[in-house]
């Protein structure tokens, strides 16, 4: 091949796989909410639903993420009342991949009471995201600055 | 794809024999990296030319590690490696533009992985079960 030929191509493989990792890093770990109602049976995971809010992490054994996701959000659960974690793996589940639409891994479900999905995350999660999620579903937040049942004290200070 | 292809056709023109194509630079380089990949595939990731080395130059001179990895991830990141690079040989022995095409495609998944930190476990293998899965229903 031509050097200068094989320098572009180079040059374009480099912009090109940049750009595409800059796309993916962006939307790794949204939380993005659902509304549209769902007939996922989740107690067939083993989801209960004695707690007002439940993440249920699904996972493979090829998932670098997976680890570090349960970490986090296993230490969040224990941190912020009435929320409970759940993990499935899917490894040899097809079926359940199929069924859930998960096609990457981690994929987390937020879910109201065990049974309604209420939003999810593809990809390692924002845990910020999540908080606000949870603080939004009136779990007693955890971040000191921005609790969600002083806002109306916070507004008269704002305009006082 | 069709531009990429154009770029490097005229120089890949069919006046090359076989003897000349498996002696080419690029493609001895691949047949190297597919061997390498073959290593981390499908041996103990101790095995690796690169593990000797981080056992025998890197690790004396770093604090120990106490936390590791779990070793199908990467496992099977190697496995797509050497599946794309396994391509690029075998094709590169008869079309010389499959060698670039394959490296091309093997460059891109490991400046993803080790820039991005991307992860080709976690974005494929779900993908390509539901696919399998997908095929044997029909």
């Given at each position: 091949m031509d050097p200068l030929v094989a320098l572009v191509v180079v040059a374009l493989l480099l912009v090109g796989a940049t750009s595409v990792g800059l796309l993916w890093k962006s939307r790794q770990g949204h939380v993005v909410s659902r509304s549209a109602p769902t007939d996922f049976d989740f107690a067939a995971l083993g989801?209960?639903?004695?707690?007002?809010t439940t993440l249920l992490q699904f996972s493979t054994?090829?998932?670098?993420?997976c680890p570090g996701t349960r970490r986090a959000l296993g230490s969040l659960a224990r941190e912020v009342a009435d929320v409970s974690f759940f993990e499935y793996d899917l490894t040899d589940d097809v079926e359940a991949a199929r069924r859930f639409g998960?096609?990457?891994?981690?994929t987390v479900f937020v879910i109201d009471r065990g049974r309604t999905l209420v939003a999810r995350i593809g990809g390692a999660p924002r845990v910020v995201e999540l908080r606000e999620l949870l603080a939004k579903r009136g779990?007693?937040?955890?971040?000191v600055n921005q609790p969600q049942h002083h806002d109306e004290r916070k507004r008269s200070h704002a305009s006082g | 794809m069709t531009f990429f292809l154009g770029l490097i056709?005229?120089?890949?023109?069919?006046?090359?024999s076989i003897g000349e194509r498996l002696i080419d630079p690029a493609f001895l380089l691949l047949l190297v990296l597919a061997v390498l990949f073959a290593i981390g595939a499908l041996?103990?990731?101790?095995?690796h030319p690169f593990g000797i080395f981080y056992r025998k130059v890197i690790v004396p001179r770093i604090a120990p590690a106490t936390l590791f990895e779990a070793p199908k991830p990467p496992r099977f990141a190697q496995l797509v490696g050497l599946l794309v690079s396994g391509v690029g040989v075998v094709l590169g022995v008869f079309l010389p533009w499959a060698v670039v095409v394959a490296a091309a495609f093997a460059f891109v998944a490991a400046f993803l992985n080790s820039?991005?930190?991307?992860c080709l476990g976690c974005e494929l293998y779900l993908f390509g079960q539901r696919l399998g899965a997908a095929k044997s229903a029909t």
């Open positions: 989801v209960d639903s004695k707690a007002k054994e090829f998932c670098s993420y998960i096609t990457k891994t981690p779990h007693g937040s955890t971040e | 056709g005229p120089s890949t023109a069919a006046e090359t041996a103990s990731p101790g095995a820039v991005f930190g991307y």
